[in-house]
C-alpha cells in the first residue's frame, strides 16, 4: 500500500481535472486572480525588449536634443530627501501589509475553491476575512519572533564585535549557524500552516490558526514520517512548479511582446529624430500596459499549478486524518462534483 503523501498526487490530479476542465474563462480567471495572491507554483516571469533609438550623425541624435532643453534640477535639502524616504518606505510598507491580507484571505478562498468548486471572489472574502486576518497576524508572529531570536543574537554580537572586542566576531559564524536553524524551523511552521493547517480550519470549522493547529500537530506528531515524505514531495513539486511556468511564463512574454514591440517601433517611426513628452509618455504607456499583460497571462498559467499544489495538501491532509479531510476521494464519501 502507498503511503498517504504518494496516494494523494492521484487524489489531487482528480480534484484539480475536475475543478480545471473543461476550461471556463471566468473561473480561470478568478483563480488566476488568487493564484496572484499566494505563494508556491513559481514566480511571475521577467520579460523586456530591447527599442533601438535612432541617432542622427554628427553627434546629434534623440537623447541629446530631449535633454538639451532640460536644465539639470537642484537637489532637495538632505531632510527633505530624508522624509521622501520615510514617506516613500511607509507607502511600501502599507502595500506589502495589504497584499500580504488579501493573500491570507486568498488561501482559504482557494481551499474552499478546491473542496467545492466555488471560485468566487468577493463571497470568499467575505465569508473568508475573519479567518484570513487571524491567519496573517499569526504568519507575521512568526516572521517577527524569527527576525528576533534568529537575528537578534547575530545582530548583538556584530554590534558588541564593532564597539568592544573585535574577537567577538568569530561569534557570528555560530550565530549566523543558530539564525538558519530557528529560519528552517519558521519555514516549517509556515509552510505547514499553510498546507495543512488552513484546510484544517475549514474542516474543522475553528475559527483560526491556534485552534487549526491543535488539530494538526497531532497528526503530523502521529505521522512524522508521513509528514516529512509529504515536505519533500512538496518541495519537488515546487521547485519543478517553478522551473515550468518560468519557462512558459517567459514564451508567454516573448509572444505577447510581439503587438507591443511593433506599437512601439511605430511610436518611435512617428516621432523621427526627437522625443517629446507626448511621445515618451506614450511609450511608458505601452510598456505599462504590456508588463500588466503579462503579468495577467503568467498568473493565468499559475492557476493550474497552484491548484494542483493546494489539491495535493487538502488531500494528504485527509489521507492522514479522515476527520480533515474535505475532499471525497480521501473520506470514502461521494466525490464532489462542480457545477
Do not use: H
Not at 490530479?13 to 476542465?21: F, G, H, I, Q, S
Not at 535612432?54 to 538632505?78: I, K, Q, S, W
Amino acid at each position: 500500500m502507498s503511503r498517504p503523501a504518494v496516494a494523494a498526487l492521484e487524489d489531487a490530479r482528480k480534484r484539480a481535472t475536475v475543478l480545471l476542465w473543461p476550461p471556463v474563462v471566468g473561473r480561470w480567471l478568478r483563480l488566476a486572480a488568487l493564484a496572484a495572491f499566494v505563494g508556491g507554483g513559481g514566480g511571475a516571469a521577467s520579460a523586456g525588449s530591447n527599442l533601438q533609438v535612432p541617432v542622427t550623425g554628427g553627434g546629434g541624435g534623440v537623447v541629446p536634443e530631449l535633454l538639451g532643453g532640460f536644465n539639470l534640477p537642484t537637489l532637495p535639502p538632505v531632510g527633505q530627501v530624508v522624509e521622501l524616504l520615510a514617506v516613500a518606505i511607509a507607502i511600501l510598507l502599507v502595500l506589502a501589509i495589504v497584499y500580504a491580507v488579501v493573500g491570507a484571505v486568498a488561501e482559504f478562498a482557494l481551499v474552499g475553491a478546491v473542496r467545492d468548486g466555488d471560485v468566487g471572489l468577493f463571497a470568499s472574502a467575505r465569508r473568508y476575512a475573519g479567518r484570513g486576518v487571524r491567519l496573517f497576524v499569526f504568519r507575521a508572529a512568526v516572521v517577527v519572533f524569527a527576525l528576533l531570536f534568529g537575528g537578534g543574537p547575530v545582530t548583538l554580537v556584530g554590534w558588541l564585535a564593532l564597539q568592544s572586542n573585535p574577537a567577538l566576531g568569530l561569534l557570528v559564524v555560530p550565530g549566523l549557524v543558530f539564525a538558519a536553524a530557528v529560519a528552517l524551523c519558521a519555514w516549517l511552521v509556515l509552510t505547514l500552516t499553510t498546507d495543512l493547517v488552513v484546510p484544517a480550519i475549514l474542516a474543522a470549522e475553528v475559527g483560526g490558526p491556534i485552534a487549526g493547529w491543535r488539530r494538526v500537530a497531532p497528526v503530523v506528531t502521529a505521522n512524522p514520517v508521513d509528514a516529512g515524505l509529504y515536505l519533500l514531495v512538496r518541495l519537488v513539486l515546487g521547485v519543478a512548479a517553478g522551473i515550468v511556468v518560468g519557462l512558459v511564463g517567459s514564451l508567454v512574454a516573448i509572444v505577447a511582446s510581439v503587438p507591443f514591440a511593433v506599437a512601439a517601433a511605430a511610436a518611435l517611426a512617428a516621432a523621427g529624430d526627437t522625443l517629446t513628452l507626448v511621445d515618451v509618455a506614450a511609450l511608458a504607456l505601452i510598456a505599462g500596459v504590456f508588463l500588466l499583460v503579462t503579468l495577467v497571462l503568467v498568473q493565468i498559467v499559475r492557476a493550474p499549478v497552484i491548484v494542483y499544489l493546494r489539491a495535493y495538501a487538502v488531500a494528504t491532509l485527509g489521507r492522514l486524518s479522515s476527520d480533515l479531510a474535505l475532499l471525497a476521494s480521501t473520506d470514502g464519501a461521494e466525490s464532489v462534483a462542480v457545477e
